[in-house]
């Protein structure tokens, strides 16, 4: 089992920058693929960005596709997600999830863990 702890949200303004973090601890975490996630109010959860055990493959949704960048730190069991340009609409509550595989899905239920998610609010 791989607990997660997710930290660095806040409240910005559109076009600020935040950088979230993903601390995990339990099981290999260098072993398996990693994602972020994120619910805003009354919408289901959905996928923000993914990546490989070994951190050489990625992806995004195409809504943060060149804004958003996750990195992981192996060394470190840590896993980034760099937001730039942030806009209102990227107010949600954001997971971080492992898969118990080496390599990423875009699908919520393919994820076995989950952290306790971080607050990011973005105002206009």
């Known amino acids: 089992q791989v607990q997660l702890v997710e930290s660095g949200g806040g409240l910005v303004q559109a076009g600020d920058s935040l950088r979230l973090f993903c601390a995990a601890s339990?099981?290999?975490?260098?072993?398996?693929?990693m994602g972020w996630f994120r619910q805003a109010p009354g919408k289901e959860r959905e996928f923000v960005a993914a990546i490989s055990w070994s951190g050489s493959s990625t992806t995004y949704a195409d809504s943060v596709k060149g804004r958003f960048t996750i990195s992981r730190d192996n060394a470190k069991n840590t896993v980034y997600l760099q937001m730039n340009k942030l806009k209102p609409e990227d107010t949600a509550v954001y997971y971080c999830?492992?898969?118990?595989?080496?390599?990423?899905?875009?699908?919520?239920?393919?994820?076995?863990?989950w952290g306790q998610g971080t607050q990011v609010t973005v105002s206009s």
């Open positions: 339990g099981r290999t975490f260098s072993s398996y693929a």
């Open positions: 999830a492992v898969r118990g595989a080496r390599y990423y899905t875009t699908n919520v239920g393919d994820y076995d863990s």
